[in-house]
């Protein structure tokens, strides 16, 4: 049994949950202004962990055909046969009703606007195919991280929109751009793949020079939006540390991966965007509980 958990765990990536749950909880202790309510920080938890399991899921089940064919995913639970269909359809099934059953126990905004979730979760697999704008998709499939932990706290949305709605928007713009700037950097482990079968990553499309400069501008843009976020919450001198080191662990990430060298991919995305994503938690939460 606990040999079929790990297998589960693995085909959803459960390790790399640590990437973006930070900013769910983020987006609770901001629109808290303090440490919110330990009955919304579970119900958080698991909503978040059901929506991005289903939205894995979902995209090694639509991108079977296409992972089978590629040597680096291959081996991956599904194209190897170690994982069954069923069980695939299992684990959304599951997923989708912790979702569900946790915006139904957070607020009745939060439920509303769960649909929204495994629509763009559908989305995001099929854009590839079509167009290099897959990786601001998935970056936005991320970026409700910190709203559905906002609106878990509010439980409203004002129109027109006043300062907290503009905060919402700055943090779901940053983290989306964020996770792009990092998946584009991470499709050029696959750029002849993509190459060789027609799909629409941005290397394979604007070449690997261009796309490492989308990469970057995406970075930094994410981080004016974050500067823009600590301007209109008037967020103090802790988060600005925080800025000042996510920054440098941003353009250490860059220097990583040059145009004639993947080596160092792996080390750029999971070991430094975990740091970033785990700063960002922190030196937010410090500032909002100590400042």
Do not use: Q
Not at 210 to 223: D, E, I, P, T
Request: glycine share 6%; aromatic share 16%; net charge positive.
């Amino acid at each position: 049994m606990f040999r079929k958990l790990r297998l589960y765990a693995d085909f959803v990536v459960l390790k790399h949950t640590v990437f973006a749950i930070p900013f769910a909880y983020l987006g609770a202790f901001l629109a808290s202004r303090g440490i919110p309510e330990l009955r919304i920080l579970f119900w958080v938890g698991l909503a978040f962990l059901g929506a991005r399991s289903a939205a894995m899921a979902l995209n090694n089940l639509i991108d079977k055909d296409i992972d089978a064919g590629n040597p680096r995913t291959a081996d991956r639970e599904l194209p190897s046969g170690r994982i069954k269909l069923w069980e695939v359809w299992g684990i959304i099934l599951v997923s989708y009703f912790l979702l569900f059953y946790s915006s139904y126990r957070l607020n009745w905004l939060c439920l509303l606007l769960a649909p929204i979730i495994p629509l763009t979760s559908v989305i995001y697999p099929y854009l590839k195919r079509f167009t290099p704008i897959s990786h601001f998709a998935l970056g936005l499939n991320l970026g409700y991280a910190p709203v559905g932990g906002w609106l878990a706290v509010r439980g409203a949305i004002d129109f027109p929109f006043g300062t907290t709605e503009f905060a919402m928007l700055l943090l779901l713009l940053a983290v989306t751009l964020w996770v792009a700037g990092f998946d584009i950097i991470y499709s050029l482990l696959d750029l002849d793949f993509d190459r060789k079968n027609r799909l629409y990553s941005v290397p394979s499309f604007f070449g690997v020079k261009n796309a490492l400069l989308l990469s970057f501008v995406s970075h930094v843009l994410m981080l004016v939006f974050l500067l823009g976020l600590m301007y209109v919450l008037d967020l103090g001198v802790i988060f600005k540390v925080g800025l000042v080191i996510i920054a440098a662990l941003i353009w250490y990430e860059h220097t990583l991966v040059r145009a004639d060298n993947f080596m160092n991919i792996p080390v750029a995305f999971f070991n430094v965007n975990a740091a970033v994503s785990l700063s960002m938690l922190v030196f937010t939460v410090a500032d909002v509980l100590l400042t």
